[in-house]
């Protein structure tokens, strides 16, 4: 109750100033914790719409919702899509071996009372965990009615021993799930008591929490879960003055749409409305001109124009120039207009022009007999089939296969960057060297890539057969590879935060390939040149190359493949590669990542020998440490990590850890 009496005070003293008419000034903070803080939020007094008041938790540095029972973080907020997202606690209830509850939490979070966030049916999901457990959600008072409350809704789990529950599955065995209604105001849970005598040693509590649906799965480690975990949940906050757009509008003194280039849209969740700008428009449309015109002429990858643009309000123009046209300027290029002294010089050489179709016609049918076989070589007929990789023409990609466009090149091939006529976002088409004895080997690597669907792995979106050396078109992953974000003369500084972030996505991304799906695959080359940062450090694994990527398949058993600094030595000495060896891999990339030395280095050749001389002779840890971050984190953490590190790197296969159980070693490490 202390930790909330701040909070509940400085509601009190700011109830009176935040009204709808409140203005935004110059002294309002506009940001806190990196986040920015736009109106109708805001923090202090004066600087937001009644029921949208922000605290700066200097604590946490991260901003938190006013007016709540308990303080809710805020990762996101965003005016243009009418969401925030916060972190919501987990509600539980725990049993002793006499099968009572003896400790429970309903995770019991009100909004504030102006009621302008409702929990979103949309993007979010209810998960109970345990075993013989019906969890459900309650939320809104109800007077006068059948129930106590106005939303109930919830699932039943089961288990019939302490096998039953599988990770990645929750369809009722360990883990339920379901959609939740609009209209949702509280997180608050509840629990029916059944027996848990028998099931004590594996699933001792109930779980029952809301969730973002695409931030979330099931692992059977979460049987046990910790009672103190939050999870990211997305809102949806209105103008909740009990009324519609129309009836808003006739309201004049309170409307908050009052940019004039802004329109009103009812909400989707419960009664109340949002402000957006017009078409042509961007900004913010609850303060006065906050809605400025958009200069399409300068954002041709989203507003096309073949021809002269000229920006107008709230639209633009696309003309082709004096002396040419077009049927359609904004999609097609203009062409000179042909005179008729031109039309007469054709007809003359008419005769000519014949005869060089003609022969143009024969090389035509010639190339594209060529490339109908190189289609069927690289097994076309088999890929065609897959409905998740696309095909490209040989021309679609060509305007990207210039040297200009090159990003990358090695022993591999040669990686180009570039747009796809007609697609809006950049990607990195890979143009690999691939040896004539592993090109039988092409369709079936690029089906394997294809079933590898995960936020932490580059998605293959398409490949071109039409060539000798097939070529593959993937996302492209701005910030790079993590060696370069590492080693580079011009490195980036990375923070604790960050650095463990990408480990636990890493891991994840690698956990998921050895187990999460139906047949699971190594990678066989993991190390920093192959993990890819995108704009918010997000790491994605990359390289799924005929020489790279190996499914669990004898055929390659003896098979060399890797870079030496990080491939497993039990795998050189017997030729056999299992998930272990990934697992040591990835424990010498985490040691770069925590020292930021290469493992490789010429002067620096003995890094894996000194650090595993450091930790097992107990001499201090912290002398291995990137500096960057050896005087902002705790000894514990890096502890932790290096006792994780002895653990992928030792020479006992055997006591080497599974991903998964190293991605939630991480994750635990980060929250």
Request: aromatic share 8%; hydrophobic share 35%.
């Amino acid at each position: 109750m202390l930790i909330l009496l701040p909070y509940l005070l400085l509601l009190q003293l700011t109830a009176f100033s935040a009204t709808p008419e409140a203005q935004i000034t110059s002294g309002c903070p506009d940001r806190c914790g990196g986040i920015a803080i736009q109106y109708p939020f805001g923090i202090g007094t004066g600087c937001f719409r009644k029921g949208f008041e922000i605290i700066c938790d200097r604590s946490m540095n991260r901003p938190v919702l006013a007016g709540t029972t308990k303080p809710v973080p805020v990762n996101h907020l965003s005016i243009r899509t009418a969401e925030a997202r916060v972190m919501l606690p987990v509600a539980w209830q725990c049993f002793n071996s006499s099968d009572s509850v003896y400790a429970y939490s309903d995770g019991d979070v009100q909004f504030n009372l102006d009621e302008v966030y409702r929990i979103s049916n949309t993007n979010n999901q209810l998960v109970v965990i345990g075993c013989n457990t019906l969890g459900y959600t309650q939320s809104q008072r109800s007077e006068g009615n059948d129930y106590d409350y106005g939303y109930y809704t919830g699932c039943m789990c089961y288990c019939n021993n302490s096998r039953s529950a599988m990770n990645g599955a929750c369809a009722g065995v360990g883990c339920c799930r379901l959609d939740i209604p609009q209209g949702l105001t509280d997180n608050r849970m509840n629990f029916n008591v059944y027996t848990h005598k028998a099931r004590l040693g594996y699933s001792p509590c109930d779980y029952a929490f809301l969730v973002d649906r695409s931030n979330y799965t099931f692992h059977t480690a979460d049987l046990k879960m910790d009672i103190n975990t939050m999870m990211p949940v997305w809102l949806d906050w209105a103008i909740r003055d009990n009324l519609t757009c129309d009836e808003a509008k006739k309201a004049a003194e309170s409307y908050a749409c009052v940019s004039p280039n802004s329109e009103c849209r009812d909400s989707s969740n419960g009664l109340g409305y949002v402000c957006n700008c017009s078409m042509g428009y961007e900004g913010n449309p609850y303060i006065a001109n906050g809605c400025t015109d958009i200069n399409e002429c300068e954002r041709r990858q989203e507003y096309p124009c073949r021809g002269v643009c000229r920006n107008t309000l709230g639209s633009y123009e696309c003309k082709c120039p004096s002396g040419s046209h077009s049927a359609d300027p904004f999609n097609d290029p203009c062409n000179p207009n042909f005179p008729l002294a031109a039309k007469i010089a054709t007809g003359a050489i008419g005769g000519l022009f014949i005869i060089a179709v003609a022969v143009f016609v024969s090389l035509l049918v010639k190339e594209k007999r060529k490339m109908k076989d190189y289609f069927r070589k690289n097994g076309g007929p088999i890929i065609e089939e897959v409905n998740k990789i696309k095909l490209f023409r040989k021309e679609e990609l060509e305007q990207i296969l210039n040297r200009n466009n090159c990003i990358g090149q090695g022993g591999f091939g040669e990686v180009y960057k570039g747009y796809i006529r007609d697609e809006t976002h950049l990607v990195a088409v890979k143009k690999p060297k691939i040896d004539v004895k592993l090109a039988g080997q092409f369709a079936n690597e690029v089906i394997i890539q294809s079933r590898v669907l995960h936020k932490n792995i580059v998605k293959l979106i398409g490949c071109c057969l039409e060539v000798d050396v097939p070529i593959l078109v993937y996302e492209y992953v701005p910030n790079g590879s993590l060696d370069k974000i590492l080693h580079d003369s011009n490195r980036v500084p990375l923070s604790l935060d960050i650095r463990l972030q990408i480990a636990a996505q890493a891991a994840k991304g690698l956990a998921y390939m050895h187990s999460e799906i139906t047949t699971p695959i190594l990678h066989g080359d993991v190390k920093p040149a192959n993990i890819l940062l995108d704009e918010d450090f997000v790491p994605k694994i990359s390289d799924f190359g005929t020489s790279r990527m190996i499914t669990v398949d004898e055929n390659y058993a003896s098979t060399i493949i890797g870079n030496w600094g990080y491939m497993d030595p039990e795998y050189v000495l017997t030729g056999l590669y299992t998930s272990k060896s990934d697992v040591y891999s990835f424990g010498v990339v985490l040691l770069e990542l925590i020292t930021r030395k290469k493992a490789l280095d010429p002067d620096n050749n003995i890094l894996l020998g000194n650090s595993l001389d450091t930790y097992t002779k107990k001499k201090r840890v912290i002398e291995l440490i990137d500096p960057e971050i050896a005087a902002i984190g705790s000894t514990g953490i890096f502890h932790s990590l290096a006792e994780l590190i002895v653990q992928c790197l030792s020479s006992d296969v055997d006591q080497r850890p599974e991903m998964a159980d190293v991605a939630e070693h991480l994750q635990y490490l980060l929250k």
